[in-house]
């Protein structure tokens, strides 16, 4: 028997349900919450602020309503016109700026309902769009954040893109709700992939050019490893069955790696993304959404029966995967010269929040920086953004202009501030169970300090912080990773390594910070004062036997 979920969207007439309807209903800032579980399908969440709630109850008032919508940009990759709409966009109707998302994107918080059409509309006017930022569809496609340091970096990019517009769904709802498009009258809709009940839950997928794993290619639905050869893309390993979300508590729910199950050129992969979400499509379970991810499916079925659909479906076996190797997956921080005489400066983004502070004037300096720059601008899926094709010329002037508004962080950053991501968690999140990016510049001091103390300030460690066990942050293939279980408490997970190729293991369970950092800084010494020569944390920690041998190997290639 299909979940409630699934009567929705088949009862949804190609995701249109009733949001008309709750949008226009000035009695409350809210819709119904089956349309809200259609709304993400439009690329938005309806949410509401947590920090007010019981006070607002108190009251007798309705939650503080409001929306997060997102953009889907895949790559990342943006205009400076883009840009400077979407500041409009933040300034106009969203609560706390921009921030960039851990799939290389941007979403706005705190757009009321009335607004809510309006937003969504101007961000289609900048030439971008919401559809299947959110939703039980092919998301946002992720990919190597510098595209340009190569040719063959540039067409793997320029798939990216092909991916993304050929899996987007097809329905005319979108437009009709939000666009004011024509509504189809006497003519039978169709979404020639996904049908009337899309995908059983969402679908990710990320493209990544070795050694630089920063998209985290092994925890998406369908990972695809860029193989170049003679400084030629050749094609692509295909990778299946990552995902990080979990539930505490329940076994049965549990992060994944992909495994690779082999090669495919070019030409055929639209049709190999394609078929692996239609197997999906029909063999993913619908009556418990918490199983119902593309990992659930090749875990039920076997890989090998999978592997073998997948070929059937296609007409052809996959060839043999291709080597290749990962060295790491953080983001290169500074000046990076390009394939074709232009430069691109990353620069750290703590969280991914942009906005205005004394410490530092995001917005107002991006602001800036767009007004006058020739090149274009992308985000990174660790949260933080590149000036992207600048002119040798104008790099001193780009120069000024980051360090007049404190956005050149990433000179003084410890090495472990610059490999953290956090998630959004609280207030709006509802399913946060504790802070994240709210409590980062909070926990960063008290680990400098204690890093500082044992020498290592300068060894990068991959730091995730989640306010629940979802895992937006991708906490599972941090280093030291800390998931939420309830306010002011966190599981400690630890030994993943430095190249996202292991998932990290559970060390302390339900901890508040001062066993947190009793147990880290026990961890640090020995670390420091037993490593080997450039070894990572995470690799020490299995080497010394304070964590046991991952359970699951990495990697899998089925043949």
Same mark, same amino acid.
């Given at each position: 028997?299909?979940?409630?979920?699934?009567?929705?969207?088949?009862?949804?007439?190609?995701?249109?349900?009733?949001?008309?309807?709750?949008?226009?209903?000035?009695?409350?800032?809210? &819709?119904?919450?089956?349309?809200?579980?259609?709304?993400?399908?439009?690329?938005?969440?309806?949410?509401?602020?947590?920090? &007010?709630?019981?006070?607002?109850?108190?009251?007798?008032?309705?939650?503080?309503?409001?929306?997060?919508?997102?953009?889907?940009?895949?790559?990342?990759?943006?205009?400076?016109?883009?840009?400077?709409?979407?500041?409009?966009?933040?300034?106009?109707? +969203? *609560?706390?700026?921009?921030?960039?998302?851990?799939?290389?994107?941007?979403?706005?918080?705190?757009?009321?309902?009335?607004?809510? =059409?309006?937003?969504?509309?101007?961000?289609?006017?900048?030439? +971008?769009?919401?559809?299947?930022?959110?939703?039980?569809?092919?998301?946002?496609?992720?990919?190597?954040?510098? /595209?340009?340091?190569?040719?063959?970096?540039?067409?793997?990019?320029?798939?990216?893109?092909?991916? *993304?517009?050929?899996?987007?769904?097809?329905?005319?709802?979108?437009?009709?709700?939000?666009?004011?498009?024509?509504?189809? @009258?006497?003519?039978?809709?169709?979404?020639?992939?996904?049908?009337?009940?899309?995908?059983?839950?969402?679908?990710?997928?990320?493209?990544?050019?070795?050694?630089?794993?920063?998209?985290?290619?092994?925890?998406?639905?369908?990972?695809?490893?860029?193989?170049?050869?003679?400084?030629?893309?050749?094609?692509?390993?295909?990778?299946?069955?990552?995902?990080?979300?979990?539930?505490?508590?329940?076994? *049965?729910?549990? /992060?994944?790696?992909?495994?690779?199950?082999?090669?495919?050129?070019?030409?055929?992969?639209?049709?190999?993304?394609?078929?692996?979400?239609?197997?999906?499509?029909?063999?993913?379970?619908?009556?418990?959404?918490?199983?119902?991810?593309? =990992?659930?499916?090749?875990?039920?079925?076997?890989?090998?029966?999978?592997?073998?659909?997948?070929?059937?479906?296609?007409?052809?076996?996959?060839?043999?995967?291709?080597?290749?190797?990962?060295?790491?997956?953080?983001?290169?921080?500074?000046?990076?010269?390009?394939?074709?005489?232009?430069?691109?400066?990353?620069?750290?983004?703590?969280?991914?929040?942009?906005?205005?502070?004394?410490?530092?004037?995001?917005?107002?300096?991006?602001?800036?920086?767009?007004?006058?720059?020739?090149?274009? &601008?992308?985000?990174?899926?660790?949260?933080?953004?590149?000036?992207?094709? @600048?002119?040798?010329?104008?790099?001193?002037?780009?120069?000024?202009?980051?360090?007049?508004?404190?956005?050149?962080?990433?000179?003084?950053?410890?090495?472990?501030?610059?490999?953290?991501?956090? !998630?959004?968690?609280?207030?709006? !999140?509802?399913?946060?169970?504790?802070?994240?990016?709210?409590?980062?510049?909070?926990?960063?001091?008290?680990?400098?300090?204690?890093?500082?103390?044992?020498?290592?300030?300068?060894?990068?460690?991959?730091?995730?912080?989640?306010? !629940?066990?979802?895992? !937006?942050?991708? /906490?599972?293939?941090?280093?030291?990773?800390?998931?939420?279980?309830?306010?002011?408490?966190?599981?400690?997970?630890?030994?993943?390594?430095?190249?996202?190729?292991?998932?990290?293991?559970?060390?302390?369970?339900?901890?508040?910070? +001062?066993?947190?950092?009793?147990?880290?800084?026990?961890?640090?010494?020995?670390?420091?004062?037993?490593?080997?020569?450039?070894?990572?944390?995470?690799?020490?920690?299995?080497?010394?036997?304070?964590?046991?041998?991952?359970?699951?190997? /990495?990697?899998?290639?089925?043949?």
């Amino acid at each position: 028997m299909p979940s409630h979920f699934e009567q929705i969207k088949i009862d949804s007439r190609f995701l249109r349900g009733g949001i008309a309807a709750g949008l226009a209903d000035p009695v409350t800032g809210a &819709i119904s919450e089956d349309d809200n579980k259609l709304l993400k399908f439009h690329g938005s969440y309806q949410q509401d602020d947590r920090d &007010i709630r019981d006070e607002r109850r108190r009251q007798k008032l309705e939650p503080a309503y409001a929306f997060m919508v997102r953009a889907r940009l895949p790559g990342g990759v943006m205009t400076t016109a883009q840009w400077l709409a979407f500041d409009r966009i933040a300034t106009d109707y +969203a *609560s706390s700026g921009l921030r960039i998302t851990t799939r290389q994107t941007f979403q706005w918080h705190g757009i009321i309902k009335r607004d809510l =059409k309006p937003t969504i509309a101007a961000i289609n006017a900048a030439l +971008a769009s919401t559809i299947a930022a959110c939703g039980d569809v092919n998301r946002n496609v992720v990919c190597n954040s510098n /595209p340009v340091e190569s040719q063959a970096h540039e067409e793997a990019y320029a798939w990216s893109v092909r991916l *993304s517009e050929h899996l987007k769904p097809k329905t005319r709802a979108y437009h009709e709700l939000w666009l004011d498009g024509e509504k189809l @009258v006497g003519e039978e809709e169709v979404e020639p992939l996904y049908g009337p009940t899309y995908l059983p839950r969402k679908f990710k997928i990320g493209l990544a050019i070795p050694p630089l794993n920063d998209v985290d290619v092994f925890a998406q639905d369908l990972g695809l490893i860029a193989i170049i050869e003679h400084g030629r893309l050749v094609g692509f390993n295909a990778a299946i069955g990552g995902g990080m979300g979990a539930s505490h508590g329940d076994p *049965s729910t549990y /992060p994944r790696l992909a495994d690779v199950i082999g090669f495919v050129p070019p030409e055929q992969l639209l049709a190999l993304a394609e078929t692996v979400i239609a197997v999906q499509r029909d063999w993913g379970d619908r009556e418990e959404r918490k199983h119902a991810r593309l =990992k659930y499916t090749i875990d039920r079925h076997g890989l090998a029966v999978f592997k073998a659909e997948l070929e059937q479906r296609l007409g052809y076996a996959l060839q043999p995967a291709r080597a290749f190797r990962f060295d790491h997956n953080g983001d290169r921080y500074g000046w990076v010269e390009g394939h074709a005489g232009y430069w691109h400066l990353t620069l750290q983004v703590e969280a991914g929040r942009l906005f205005d502070t004394a410490a530092h004037t995001w917005l107002s300096g991006m602001r800036e920086l767009a007004s006058v720059h020739t090149g274009d &601008i992308r985000l990174t899926c660790n949260q933080n953004l590149i000036i992207a094709n @600048v002119a040798a010329a104008e790099r001193e002037r780009i120069d000024t202009i980051v360090a007049r508004h404190g956005m050149d962080g990433y000179r003084k950053h410890s090495a472990i501030r610059q490999h953290a991501v956090a !998630c959004v968690a609280l207030p709006t !999140c509802g399913l946060a169970m504790a802070e994240s990016e709210r409590y980062l510049p909070q926990l960063l001091p008290k680990l400098e300090a204690l890093l500082d103390r044992h020498g290592l300030i300068d060894t990068p460690i991959l730091l995730r912080l989640s306010g !629940c066990p979802n895992g !937006c942050s991708r /906490p599972y293939l941090g280093e030291i990773a800390l998931i939420g279980r309830a306010p002011g408490r966190y599981d400690l997970r630890l030994g993943a390594d430095f190249s996202g190729q292991r998932l990290n293991q559970l060390h302390r369970e339900n901890i508040d910070e +001062a066993v947190l950092l009793e147990a880290l800084e026990q961890l640090f010494a020995r670390y420091a004062g037993e490593r080997a020569v450039g070894e990572h944390f995470g690799d020490f920690l299995l080497r010394a036997g304070i964590l046991g041998r991952p359970r699951q190997i /990495p990697l899998k290639v089925v043949a």
